[in-house]
T-cell receptor
Framework: AQSVAQPEDQVNVAEGNPLTVKCTYS??????LFWYVQYPNRGLQFLLK????DNLVKGSYGFEAEFNKSQTSFHLKKPSALVSDSALYFC??????????WGAGTKLIIKP | GAVVSQHPSWVICKSGTSVKIECRSL??????MFWYRQFPKQSLMLMAT?????????EQGVEKDKFLINHASLTLSTLTVTSAHPEDSSFYIC?????????????FGPGTRLTVL
């Protein structure tokens, strides 16, 4: 069965420091991986996706993610965090029915 | 492009009434729309997959008679919460899959906050 794990419920980072939000996956076949961000009382906004190609994927708002097949990971990263990056982040993998299998979400808190 | 809207953005209703939530793809055709429910501080739970012109496919544990889904056109799907009760209070999010987009990515609506008194 396909699954996605986000091992951290919450990540705290000081403004200006690099941030990493972790995601690991379990799929059969080639994974289609996504990161979404959700601000309070808002819908989800697409950040980036990995389908094929370069392992380092660049997305919106300065975020990037690194696909690592051997470690089955797709960690979200940003070189310098902003307070406005504080939000809930979801990792997801697409299954063969085009449904998204979601991680539990990681709350990112950026402190000034 | 690829904008999905939901209406209303929030609704408060009395217990026992029915509430309809609309999900529209504004600039693309969506053969498939998905309805999710999200509880506070939790991930999205897929409720059902809605295909244009056919019956929705409900996930296990979701009552199809309570959560009526209609996908009458390529740009509109509706979710009706019938005889709503306080435990139905939640954040409902829809997404639409672009028929013409190569990777068939899902685009999400802004969500509808339902509060049942």
């Amino acid at each position: 069965a396909q699954s996605v794990a986000q091992p951290e419920d919450q990540v705290n980072v000081a403004e200006g420091n690099p941030l990493t939000v972790k995601c690991t996956y379990s799929v059969s076949g080639n994974p289609y991986l996504f990161w979404y961000v959700q601000y309070p009382n808002r819908g989800l906004q697409f950040l980036l996706k990995y389908i094929t190609g370069d392992n380092l994927v660049k997305g919106s708002y300065g975020f990037e993610a690194e696909f690592n097949k051997s470690q089955t990971s797709f960690h979200l990263k940003k070189p310098s965090a902003l307070v406005s990056d504080s939000a809930l982040y979801f990792c997801a993998v697409r299954d063969y029915n085009y449904q998204l299998i979601w991680g539990a979400g990681t709350k990112l808190i950026i402190k000034p | 492009g690829a904008v999905v809207s939901q209406h209303p953005s929030w609704v408060i209703c009395k217990s026992g009434t029915s509430v309809k939530i609309e999900c529209r793809s504004l600039d693309f055709q969506a053969t498939t729309m998905f309805w999710y429910r999200q509880f506070p501080k939790q991930s999205l739970m897929l409720m059902a997959t809605s295909n244009e012109g056919s019956k929705a496919t409900y996930e296990q544990g979701v009552e199809k008679d309570k959560f009526l889904i209609n996908h009458a056109s390529l740009t509109l799907s509706t979710l009706t919460v019938t005889s709503a009760h306080p435990e139905d209070s939640s954040f409902y999010i829809c997404s639409a899959r672009d028929k013409g987009e190569g990777t068939n990515e899902q685009f999400f609506g802004p969500g509808t906050r339902l509060t049942v008194l």
